[in-house]
């Protein structure tokens, strides 16, 4: 979903560091100590205008919540929902997500959620798709033995390689939804770009994953 540059957006990002991490590459390994508690951590890589992300930390105080973005843009909107809901288990990252070893350590994550992330439709893309062994195995190092990663998307090419890479890749595969709206899953939290394509009938895919502990 492209989304129309907001004017002020890195004087707002610039502005708030108690949420929007200036300096993230300093908490790697230390991220526990940025909240100061010794919850869960969960990251969304992509988090759109961060309404998947805020969500979940607000139905879910017992989990810290990292999301991630690019686009200066994004994550001043992701802030704006932070702030009013005044929620103390969320910082946001303005930074690349194809480079997490940066930012977190070894098995420091518990749970990496991607949610519609782009499909990069044309073959010669396909590395690019952060379902792509190339980027599993960056997620298998961050995250604890034994990590998950939950994946919702609209796109059925997308979805099938998903699985695929997955399977491939040693990965063991928990549960799928092939249309999440029409089965009886509870507690989904939904993006903005999901409730405007599941209002057009859309299905949406939903597959969670988790890594074999290599241990």
Not at 47 to 68: D, L, V
Not at 92 to 98: A, C, E, K, R
């Amino acid at each position: 979903m492209r989304i129309r540059k907001r004017p002020g957006a890195a004087e707002m990002v610039a502005d708030n560091p108690q949420f929007v991490v200036p300096d993230p590459k300093t908490w790697r390994g230390h991220w526990k100590e940025r909240f100061g508690n010794e919850q869960a951590l969960h990251i969304e890589i992509g988090m759109g205008k961060g309404q998947f992300i805020t969500e979940m930390a607000k139905a879910h105080p017992e989990i810290n919540y990292i999301g991630i973005d690019l686009e200066t843009t994004v994550v001043s909107f992701a802030l704006d929902k932070v702030k009013e809901a005044e929620l103390s288990n969320v910082q946001l990252l303005h930074v690349d997500g194809s480079a997490l070893t940066e930012y977190f350590a070894d098995n420091e994550i518990d749970l990496i959620y991607l949610n519609f992330s782009d499909p990069w439709p044309k073959k010669r893309h396909a590395k690019r798709r952060l379902t792509s062994p190339k980027f599993l195995a960056v997620d298998e190092k961050i995250l604890q033995p034994g990590g998950e990663i939950h994946f919702k998307t609209d796109n059925q090419g997308m979805f099938e390689y998903s699985l695929a890479s997955f399977s491939q890749y040693g990965m063991i595969i928990k549960e799928v939804w092939l249309d999440l709206h029409a089965s009886n899953f509870t507690g989904n939290v939904m993006t903005e770009y999901e409730e405007k394509f599941s209002q057009k009938g859309q299905p949406i895919y939903r597959v969670e994953v988790k890594f074999p502990d290599r241990n």
